[in-house]
């Protein structure tokens, strides 16, 4: 079978083989904490469930209009105005399949074959692969040294006659690092000043702990008008099974994404359309409990991940994840077996009993990513597994 070009030069998750191994080695009846997960570990609000159920004996089973039924959309406007000050009409608001869907659609909506997108790294692994898919080029900007946020002097060097848009994603997926009002502003005078789309991913936003988080789009109206906010409620609300995500954008984009899901997914399912509609209405309470129980998660991981000699991690200010920087230990063996990059030093650990998501394909090979959507009781068990791991490596 000959597969397509564009197949080819997509890659599959590189986490999958860890993912697999682990659930392995657990039907084997082996014990592995896993720092693997990208979603809350709370079940769905009850009330959200029940809505849904509403929805399915009321009969809201068919399609709804591509963009989402109007109730959620203005429920959107609404949530937008409250906690992001920004004021956006129903028609400028679209419902997908999951955040993963509404930036897809942005994208083939906004790139010309060849255009290229800037994004910092490490980022979250799907960017680039679906600005490739969607026929563009990821343009890859290293962020380590500057805290691990896009700055305007690397912004620059990266600038070409091709660039059309660059990705924020505060909080960020891996890093959890959150930018700051004078960050946002310095990048929305730059891309307003060099004619750029912004897309910027929010699906974090609840998920702060301390700092504020600021969306972009509220620096100014000439920012506004050129970016695309996207979140949704898989991470605020435990809802990640449901698929609804959406984006905020200028009437013209919203349009054109509609034009391209019209073809592709069709209206975000009905049913989760309505639990939706209840999340985002009356969810406020769950976010902050959830907060709150990831807020004190952060401060164990904080707290004993600082003692481990030798790894080192940006500020996770959001999301629930931190990215430890283990590369001192490269070049070590483990059971006779060499660790000579994140692959292999999650394969190892995984070994040891721990599991994590190498670095790797969010475009940094020297980190690993810790999840701590996961019980402070793994927290410790896995802490005190890492800190064993790493004393039995062998130079
Ligand atoms: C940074 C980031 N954006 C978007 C998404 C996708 O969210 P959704 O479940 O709404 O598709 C994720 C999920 O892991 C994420 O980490």
């Known amino acids: 079978m000959k597969f397509s070009k564009l197949s080819e030069s997509v890659f599959e998750s590189l986490t999958l083989s860890i993912s697999a191994k682990a659930k392995q080695l657990k ?47 203005e429920a959107i406007c609404k949530k937008l105005k409250r906690d992001n000050g920004l004021t956006y009409g129903v028609d400028e608001v679209i419902v997908s399949t999951g955040a993963k869907t509404s930036i897809y659609h942005v994208l083939l909506a906004i790139l010309d074959q060849g255009d290229e997108v800037i994004l910092g790294a490490p980022y979250w692994l799907t960017y680039p692969e679906q600005i490739t ?74 998920l702060s702990y301390g700092k504020k988080h600021v969306s972009i789009a509220s620096i100014s109206e000439e920012i506004k008008k050129r970016t695309i906010v996207i979140n949704g409620v898989s991470k605020a609300y435990s809802m990640t099974g449901w698929r609804i995500g959406y984006a905020a954008a200028d009437k013209s984009i919203v349009k054109k994404m509609a034009t391209m899901q ?9 049913i989760s359309q309505y639990a939706a509609l209840s999340a985002i209405d009356g969810g406020e309470q769950f976010a902050k409990d959830a907060r709150a129980i990831f807020a004190a998660r952060r401060l164990l991981m904080l707290e004993f991940f600082k ?41 190892c650990l995984l070994d040891h009993g721990v599991a994590v998501i190498p670095g790797l394909p969010f475009g940094d090979d020297n980190s690993i990513r810790l999840s701590y959507a996961v019980s402070e009781r793994d927290i410790l068990e896995g802490f005190i597994r890492i800190k064993d791991f790493l004393s039995q490596l062998e130079r």
């Open 133 to 206: 898919i969607a026929r563009g080029v990821p343009v890859i900007v290293d962020t380590t040294a500057d805290g691990y946020k896009l700055t305007v002097e690397r912004l620059e060097k990266a600038l070409t006659p091709k660039t059309k848009a660059i990705i924020i994603n505060s909080p960020s997926n891996p890093t959890g690092t959150m930018y700051s009002v004078e960050e946002l502003a310095k990048i929305a005078d730059f891309a307003v000043k060099n004619d750029l789309l912004v897309v910027s991913d929010e699906i974090y936003e609840k």
């Open 262 to 270: 019209s073809h592709i997914t069709s209206n975000a399912c009905t």
């Open 307 to 347: 003692t481990l000699d030798g790894v080192t991690f940006p500020q996770p200010d959001g999301a629930f994840y931190m990215f430890l920087n283990v590369s001192k230990y490269y070049g070590a063996t483990y059971k006779g077996k060499k660790i000579d990059g994140s692959m292999s030093f999650a394969d």
């Open 27 to 73: 039907a084997e009846g082996k014990s592995v904490i896993a720092f693997t997960a990208g979603e809350p570990d709370f079940d769905t609000p009850d009330f959200v469930k029940q809505s849904a159920i509403r929805a399915i004996e009321a009969g809201y089973t068919k399609y709804t209009p591509t963009v989402g039924i109007l109730e959620l959309r």
